[in-house]
Every structure is written in C-alpha cells, then in structure tokens.
C-alpha cells in the first residue's frame, strides 16, 4: 500500500524547463592555426613562413553602439570583435551580425519561451567570452593566410553553438518525455494496486463480518432454550 502511494504521488524527475546542462562550452582546441602550420611545415622540412606587417593592427576600432534592449548582445558582439583578426573586417560585418544573433534568440524564443531564450544568451555570452580570449591571445602573430583561416573559423562558431544548443534542447526535452511517461505509468500501476488492496480490504471486512454474523446467530441458538425456559417457568408461576 505505501509503494502504490509512492507511485502515485510520483512525478517526472525531468523537466522540459529544466536548464541545459552540462553548458554549452568553448573549448580552446589542442592547438591553434600558428601551431598547427609550424608543426606541419616542420613536418615537411619547409620554412616557417614569416609573418607579414600587414596584420599588426590595435585593438581599438570604433566603439560598438549600445544595444539597449539587448544588453547580451552587446557582449557577444564584443566577444567576437575581439576574436576577429581585423577589428575593421568586423566593423563592416557588425550590423549584420548582430543581426543574426538577434534572430537567433527570437527564433529560441519563438520554439522554447522566454526562459530558454534566457538560458540561450547568458551561455553564448560565457562561450564568446571564452572564445575570445582564446583567439586573442594569438591574433597579433597571424599572417595574412593564417588569419583569413581563423576569420572562417571564428564565423563558423557562432551556427556551430546554436546547433549544439538546439540538440541540447531537444535532448532534453526527449529525457522530459521518457520521464513523464515514466512517472504516468507508475501513477497508473499505483492506482491498480490502490484498487487491488481496496478489493483485498473489502472482501476481509466481508469476510469478518460473515464471521460476526455466524457467531452472533450461533449464540442466540445457544441461548435459545435458557430464554424459552425461563418464559415457560413464568408462565406457571
């Protein structure tokens, strides 16, 4: 009976509102493009290739315009400016780019709600920081192929976060699934079990009182004759 009461009272211990978790991360890959080109030219006995002046820029391009009612935004886009090799390229693409991250978190908002928008923007915003430290700390020692290689890279990241996201999402939401079914299959097994210990419980109260019945009419029988006796001797008296 307490088991059928638990599974009863049982809920899904996965919700689709639940945060993602484990977060979606930026992970700093094993190494970057300048160690990758110098282990491969080693490994083809070439040059290293020399670094051009062309690329040596500062990092302090016009400031960004605030983003008043999308505060995340604004970070994101500081992120990735920072990421990029050339600040201007950035400039020119900027517009646009914020942009995409915008519909991007309508398009999260539109299919998940509001918190789950939320959830989508405070992790692009830890994992565009983290990306942007990464491709920082080496951008000032880039040639100009090498940083045509990480502007690709550095572009590709931002769709590559959003799928991970929206699988996140959806696997979540399959656990949530699993686990609600799971939850309203035993919520049916303890309400068979509820009916079963009620039919238990009311055939032995039936059972007990056919019991009480027979030994109460047993005992009239037994006292029967000593009633009938004592009205007959009444009687005569």
């Known amino acids: 009976m307490i088991i059928a009461a638990i599974n009863f009272f049982d809920g899904p211990d996965i919700s689709p509102e639940d945060n993602i978790w484990p977060k979606i991360k930026w992970n700093d890959p094993v190494e970057n493009i300048i160690e990758k080109q110098k282990r491969l ?19 302090t391009p016009a400031p960004v ?29 900027k517009g646009e780019f914020i942009e995409i991250v915008k519909d991007y978190k309508k398009t999260i908002r539109k299919y998940y709600g509001e918190d789950r928008s939320d959830e989508f923007m405070e992790q692009l915003v830890e994992y565009s920081n983290d990306l942007g430290e990464y491709y920082y700390s080496f951008k000032f020692e880039l040639t100009d192929e090498q940083a045509s290689i990480v ?20 696997d979540r939401n399959s656990e949530a699934s699993m686990s609600e079914g799971e939850a309203r299959r035993n919520n049916q097994k303890a309400m ?4 079963w210990s009620l039919y238990l419980l009311g055939s ?32 005569e008296e």
């Open 192 to 195: 068979g079990q509820i009916m």
């Open 41 to 59: 030219k080693n490994e083809a006995t070439n040059k290293t290739e020399k670094k051009t002046d062309t690329n040596i820029t500062t990092d």
């Open 151 to 170: 502007t690709s890279e550095v572009e590709q990241t931002l769709s590559t976060f959003v799928s991970r996201f929206d699988k996140a999402v959806s």
């Open 204 to 235: 032995v109260v039936v059972i007990i009182f056919v019991i009480l019945l027979f030994k109460f009419e047993s005992g009239l029988r037994e006292i029967s004759p000593s009633i009938d006796r004592s009205k007959s001797s009444g009687d």
């Open 65 to 93: 315009k605030e983003i008043k009612d999308d505060p995340d935004v604004l970070i994101v886009v500081k992120n990735y400016k920072r990421a990029f090799p050339d600040p201007k390229k950035f400039e020119k693409i």
